[in-house]
């Protein structure tokens, strides 16, 4: 299983490419693609604040749905781009052959069951995508839609300074 995220760069069509490639060189037979998803409490966040926000439904914000744009690919090719290394990562014919005939039935079978558990996940995305998403098109910036970065008051992300007050009497 390989897990992949994209969305941390501005990426162009080029770069989705070179992620395909990547992850082939790895040869995993499950793949897992995420979007990058900036979170108030993450670091992550305050370098992307003023990137351009697609999706103001929160409840989304689940790493599985593009949230905030990327300037060099409109989000309907990003989602192409993702779901097309989806598929020809799992349908390579080494995958495909390890799970047909690898000398391991448990392995077999749990390679066939995750697979039909994905190929049901995979065509709701496209469907949902296709017909329920709903984009935002103004130049709302997530700075603008969730305010400033809470990674200071993440005490477990913050290498500057102790942990709460609080915290620390109930270790004494």
């Known amino acids: 299983m390989a897990t ?7 990426e162009r069509d080029r770069d989705f490419l070179k992620s395909f490639r990547h992850l082939v060189h790895y ?10 998803t900036p979170h108030r409490w993450t670091p992550f966040y305050e370098t992307v604040e003023n990137r351009r926000v697609i999706e103001t439904d ?9 949230v905030i744009a990327s300037p060099g ?3 309907w090719r990003v989602f192409c781009w993702f779901k097309l290394i989806e598929v020809m990562i799992q349908l390579r014919p ?4 390890r799970m047909l005939f690898h000398r391991d039935p ?8 995750y697979t039909r558990i994905g190929r049901r996940v995979w065509f709701h995305e496209v469907f949902e995508f296709l017909f329920k998403t709903r984009h935002h098109k103004g130049n709302l910036t997530l700075k603008q839609f969730l305010g400033t ?7 477990s992300m913050n290498t500057k300074t102790e942990a709460p007050k609080a915290l620390v009497s109930l270790k004494n």
Not at 27 to 36: K, N, S, T
């Open 149 to 155: 970065n809470f990674a200071e008051r993440e005490y």
């Open 27 to 36: 040869d995993p037979d499950q793949v897992q693609l995420l979007y990058a």
């Open 58 to 66: 929160t409840r989304r914000w689940d790493y599985k749905h593009q």
């Open 4 to 10: 992949y995220v994209i969305g941390f760069e501005e």
């Open 94 to 97: 080494k995958v495909l052959k």
């Open 73 to 75: 690919v409109p989000a």
């Open 106 to 113: 448990d392995y077999r079978h749990a390679m066939r069951w």
